[in-house]
């Protein structure tokens, strides 16, 4: 069975950086894409960064030019750099394997920004 597995989340101050990492197992091929979704309480799953390949990586509008997303296509690896993070970035957030139209999703990592 394929399964995701996050790490790297915590407690961090305004402005502090964090790295998040996704490690999969049980996954014989590549993922046809990674990436990274987040969820704050009372709200929708909304998309953080998606990497497809290394022309087409997508990030939504708030964290463009703070995230970075980098991808180890071989190993089924996808990191999630966080600067300058503002206390809206607080949320719970889930690495996200996409292969032959089917996602697999981790169980997810909290991360908590005080302002």
């Known amino acids: 069975q394929v399964q995701l597995a996050e790490s790297g989340g915590g407690l961090v101050q305004a402005g502090d950086s964090l790295r998040l990492s996704c490690a999969a197992s049980?996954?014989?091929?590549?993922?046809?894409?990674m990436g990274w979704y987040r969820q704050a309480p009372g709200k929708q799953r909304e998309l953080v960064a998606i990497h497809l390949n290394r022309a087409n990586i997508r990030y939504a509008d708030p964290v463009k030019g703070r995230f970075t997303i980098s991808r180890d296509t071989a190993r089924n690896t996808v990191d999630l750099q966080m600067n300058d993070l503002k206390s809206e970035a607080t949320a719970f957030y889930y690495c996200?394997?996409?292969?032959?139209?089917?996602?697999?999703w981790g169980q997810g990592t909290q991360v908590t920004v005080s302002s």
């Open positions: 996200t394997g996409r292969f032959r139209g089917r996602d697999v």
């Open positions: 049980g996954m014989r091929f590549s993922f046809d894409a």
